[in-house]
């Protein structure tokens, strides 16, 4: 805990300081325009990746980055969704897995989670993305999945939880009148590097052809 404390006294004494004009501004509100759904993976920071301040991203985290289908059983993440949206309005709502997630290791041979109950019924949401990549290699339901597969893995259970994202009645009624954007990213530890889907595609694109527009515009500014 010491690391911890020390970073506490830190910001206090520093960081807080120095950006006291935005905190003070969100002291009684927020207005973020993303909804941000990643794992709970120690070693993702949405804010660091994405270079934004306190009060940019409203974020949501789990073993998985899952997302459950709609139903009538409330929830941790249906309210959180709920309230992002018809709340505060967020216009981009981001599913971010990333590279070695150990909830898709986990995924790839269920049967092998014993004494972890909670867990395999956790994980049972990604069972669309694994029943997908066993098609697509012709690997019989009882198998476990080898670990080769996992990179593919865990971009087709991005996929997946967008799917789900989408059978919420808040968020299929702000796609279908244009004011809301799903987008699909999976991080890669390693590199830094961010691979894309979403909108009329459901093929991964790296971060600078996928947001090309963007990216050109920021650029030149």
């Not at 501004?25 to 909804?35: E, F, G, M, T, Y």
């Not at 967020?90 to 971010?96: A, D, E, L, S, Y």
């Amino acid at each position: 805990m010491d690391h911890i404390v020390r970073g506490v006294i830190d910001f206090r004494k520093n960081v807080y300081p120095e950006h006291k004009d935005l905190f003070g501004s969100l002291a009684d509100s927020q207005n973020p325009d993303v909804l941000f759904f990643t794992c709970s993976d120690s070693r993702i920071d949405p804010n660091m990746v994405t270079g934004s301040n306190p009060g940019d991203l409203f974020i949501c985290r789990n073993a998985g980055n899952v997302i459950p289908p709609h139903s009538n059983e409330t929830g941790g993440m249906t309210a959180s969704i709920e309230y992002a949206v018809a709340v505060l309005h967020v216009r981009h709502i981001i599913v971010c897995g990333h590279t070695d997630c150990g909830a898709i290791k986990g995924a790839l041979d269920i049967p092998a989670l014993k004494g972890l109950p909670h867990v395999k019924e956790w994980l049972s949401h990604c069972r669309s993305a694994m029943e997908i990549v066993r098609e697509r290699h012709g690997i019989a339901g009882d198998e476990p999945l080898d670990t080769k597969y996992l990179n593919e893995a865990i971009e087709e259970n991005v996929q997946q939880q967008v799917q789900h994202l989408r059978t919420h009645p808040v968020v299929a009624a702000k796609l279908a009148t244009g004011k809301i954007e799903i987008h699909g990213w999976v991080y890669d530890i390693k590199s830094g590097n961010i691979r894309c889907c979403g909108r009329d595609s459901v093929q991964f694109k790296d971060f600078d052809e996928y947001y090309a527009d963007i990216v050109a515009r920021v650029t030149n500014d």
